[in-house]
């Protein structure tokens, strides 16, 4: 029982950075973002801060639509950023570090750039096998160009993913000790 009280009064003291700089994103996210584009923007909560990513349905519109329904789920709260590689990119959306929500999604392969701050789908072997799980662009990735559906951006908080624990180069990117989402929302539902 003490073990028990212990870990959440730290679990408690690790958040309140998180709602410090959360109170102050949430300002920032009221100026970058006008009100009729904030159905279309994800926050992310993490431990560091807030993450902002600017959605594009006109690239992607079944997996746009697919990341609204979890948010909207609660889906994404508490999972881990389970594979995380340096210089490449952050990636999350499993309960279990593999497999995703069980609905999979067609390739929409687009245009968007492949530049830092990118929001991707992930997949298996087939292209179309699309879940859940989707990464974010560290650096200029050219080379998945073709690869992936790019669905969003970050528009604010890029200093939030840089902070993301880096998993083990000779795991491909896996995290031990992994850092979770604390809340992903839809901005207009704040």
């Known amino acids: 029982m003490i073990t028990r ?5 730290l679990a408690l003291l690790a958040a309140l950075p998180a709602y410090a700089a959360s109170t102050d994103a949430k300002t920032t ?3 970058l973002v006008a009100p009729s584009d904030k159905k279309d923007v994800v ?3 993490m431990k560091y801060g807030r993450i902002l990513i600017k959605m ?3 690239l992607a519109p079944k997996h746009v639509e697919r990341i609204k329904q979890l948010v909207s ?5 508490g999972l881990p950023w389970f ?8 990636q999350t959306g499993s309960p279990y570090g593999g497999g995703g929500s069980g609905q ?3 390739a929409e392969i687009n245009a968007g750039p492949t530049k830092r701050g990118g929001v991707f789908m992930s997949h298996g072997k087939d ?3 699309g879940d859940s799980q989707f990464f974010i662009l560290f650096a200029d990735s050219p080379h998945i160009k073709g690869n992936f559906t790019y669905w969003g951006e970050v528009i604010s908080g890029m200093d939030v993913v840089d902070q993301i624990r880096k998993g083990n180069e000779g795991n491909n990117g896996a995290v031990d000790i992994a850092d979770r989402i604390l809340k992903m929302g839809l901005l207009s539902s704040e």
């Open 83 to 90: 594979r995380v590689i340096k210089g490449f990119m952050a």
């Open 56 to 58: 594009h349905p006109e």
């Open 127 to 129: 292209i179309n096998s």
């Open 104 to 106: 999979t999604i067609p």
């Open 29 to 31: 996210a009221k100026q």
């Open 5 to 9: 009280i212990v870990l959440l009064a």
């Open 73 to 77: 789920q609660g889906f994404y709260n």
């Open 43 to 45: 926050f992310i909560d």
